[in-house]
């Protein structure tokens, strides 16, 4: 029998979220031989524009944007070796309740059975054992991440191949930890008021220590440097960076591997 190496499938919305919160795991996985596919579901036009102009400002160009963060996205897949990339090229949809959801070709506004068959495409031609993606909030509630959920959901279950699916989430008493370091930084930081953000540890199911790739997973981030939120994190420099952000955490919503939880790795139960 042909030997065909594991393969690991990451979906998100944006440039920039493979590297807050999978970025970690491409790098760890791709380095023990795994092969990663990176699928973006978005060009990320509502993002900060070169300059550091806002969307909605004036000399707010959605096309120079694009541009610029593809570049980036690139930069940050080399950062992290991701095997491939792919772009499934919808248009960012903004925050909930921006004019930007309603667009033509916005991510928002498309119907999940159309963007879950090109999903399922890739899924068909990769194969991947495991599947990352965000939880039925999207995390913390932005459309194209809620979106992003909902097709990755929808082409597991059109095409039945991953062994594994997981939900990306963040431990409360991380969320407590990150707080403290921020206020000691002096850095601005506002508790974030969606009640649902994060989960109780004893309800994360699978934690994987990627402490040894954490210098990787911040040089992504520092490729997304012209969003202003990233600017935030890279303020904790490399070291601290590490310590906070090393362990990423999930949750299994699919498994046929019976693998006992808790578990350590992505791949537990497949080799
Ligand atoms: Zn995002």
């Known amino acids: 029998m042909a030997e065909r190496s594991l393969t690991l499938m990451a979906v998100h ?23 990663t596919v990176l699928v973006t579901c978005t060009d990320g036009r509502c993002g900060d524009g070169p300059g550091g102009v806002k969307p909605g400002d004036p000399g707010h160009d959605p096309a120079a944007v694009v541009a610029m963060r593809q570049a980036e996205l690139e930069a940050s897949c080399a950062a992290l070796k991701v095997t491939h990339l ?7 949809s903004g925050m909930m309740g921006w004019p930007t959801n309603d667009l033509p070709g916005a991510f928002w506004t498309t119907p999940v059975d159309e963007a879950a068959d090109r999903l399922a495409e890739l899924i068909q031609r990769y194969r991947p054992d495991v599947v990352v993606t965000y939880d039925e909030n999207g995390f913390y509630g932005h459309p194209d991440h809620i979106q992003a959920h909902r097709i990755t959901m929808a082409a597991v279950a059109k095409t039945d191949i991953p062994a594994k699916v997981y939900w990306t989430t963040v431990p409360l008493t991380a969320f407590a930890e990150f ?12 508790e974030p008021d969606e009640p649902q953000l994060g989960l109780p540890d004893e309800e994360i199911s699978t934690w994987v220590d990627t402490r040894a790739y ?16 990233n600017i935030f994190f890279l303020q904790l420099g490399r070291d601290r ?5 090393g362990m990423e955490t999930f949750v299994r919503v699919r498994d046929t591997t019976d693998a006992p939880l808790p578990e350590d790795d992505l791949f537990a139960g497949l080799r």
Do not use: N
Not at 215 to 229: I, M, P, V, Y
Not at 241 to 245: N, P, W
């Open 13 to 35: 919305a944006h440039p920039d979220d493979e590297a807050t919160s999978t970025g970690g795991v491409l790098a760890r996985y791709a380095a023990e031989g795994v092969t």
């Open 241 to 245: 960076f590490t310590e906070l952000m």
């Open 179 to 190: 707080g403290k370091i921020m206020q000691e930084m002096g850095v601005e930081w506002a």
């Open 86 to 92: 792919e772009t499934l090229g919808y248009a960012d």
């Open 214 to 229: 954490g210098g990787q997973k911040f040089d992504a981030l520092a490729t997304h440097a012209s969003q202003t939120e």
